[in-house]
């Protein structure tokens, strides 16, 4: 059973809907839940973290912990062509560095 | 967020050969320096991670004798490809840490595309 596992898509929305970005975790004692977007040929950009069980907001994003269930999700509302890019997830601990990432689910926003 | 550099961002070499490349970290003290490699349409897969001054410590099935890190000073990191082979050809990817950080500020470098021929 990989560590941390995602839906690898394509998942395809039109411009203005809502993206939903799963993501599974293996090791329940996980701490820490992050989203990494990563553009074609680029290194991974932090989009968000959360620690904490429930919804975390930011601008257009949202992200979802479910820890008793080790699930954390990613919305994205009013998706743009620019959203278009491979969404990672990442799980780690507080106190290391030891994050393991999925393989990435790539999106494509339809203008 | 804090920069981390890296170099070079492409570089092709002939099999046998080796290949350095460079991870600066250019406004912050890193402590912590992590090298990451990437497959196409996979994972991040970590390699190693070293701390400052000590030597790094290898993930699982990472030939420490291949793949040699050093980080002697606390705004470089350095991987070697030592005898680099077709297999090799990937995407790789430092991180950065300073000392006493979240893992919320982990930045990443822009990367470096070997390629093996």
């Known amino acids: 059973q990989k560590e941390v596992e995602q839906n690898s898509g394509p998942l395809s929305v039109p411009e203005g809907a809502i993206a939903s970005l799963n993501c599974t975790y293996s090791?329940?004692?996980?701490?820490?839940f992050f989203w990494y977007r990563q553009y074609s040929g680029k290194s991974p950009e932090l989009i968000m973290f959360?620690?904490?069980?429930g919804d975390k907001e930011d601008g257009r994003f949202t992200a979802q912990l479910n820890k008793a269930s080790q699930y954390v999700s990613l919305l994205i509302r009013d998706s743009q062509p620019s959203d278009s890019a491979t969404y990672l997830c990442?799980?780690?601990?507080?106190?290391?560095?030891?994050?393991?990432f999925g393989a990435g689910t790539r999106l494509t926003v339809k203008p | 967020g804090a920069v981390v550099s890296q170099h070079p961002s492409r570089v092709i070499c002939k099999s046998g050969t080796s290949v350095k490349i460079e991870c600066r970290s250019l406004?912050?003290?890193?402590?912590?320096m992590f090298w990451y490699r990437q497959f196409p349409k996979q994972s991040l897969m970590l390699m190693a991670t070293?701390?400052?001054?000590?030597?790094?410590?290898?993930e699982q099935g990472v030939e420490k004798d291949k793949f040699l890190i050093n980080h002697a000073s606390l705004t470089l990191s350095t991987l070697t490809v030592t005898s680099a082979h077709p297999e090799d050809s990937s995407f790789y990817i430092c991180?950065?840490?300073?000392?006493?950080?979240?893992?919320?500020?982990?930045?990443f470098g822009p990367g470096t595309r070997l390629t093996v021929t």
């Open positions: 991180s950065a840490a300073g000392r006493n950080h979240v893992p919320s500020e982990q930045y």
């Open positions: 090791d329940r004692g996980s701490q820490s």
């Open positions: 959360i620690y904490s069980n």
């Open positions: 990442a799980v780690g601990m507080y106190n290391n560095n030891d994050m393991r």
């Open positions: 406004d912050f003290q890193a402590t912590t």
């Open positions: 070293s701390n400052e001054g000590s030597k790094a410590t290898y």
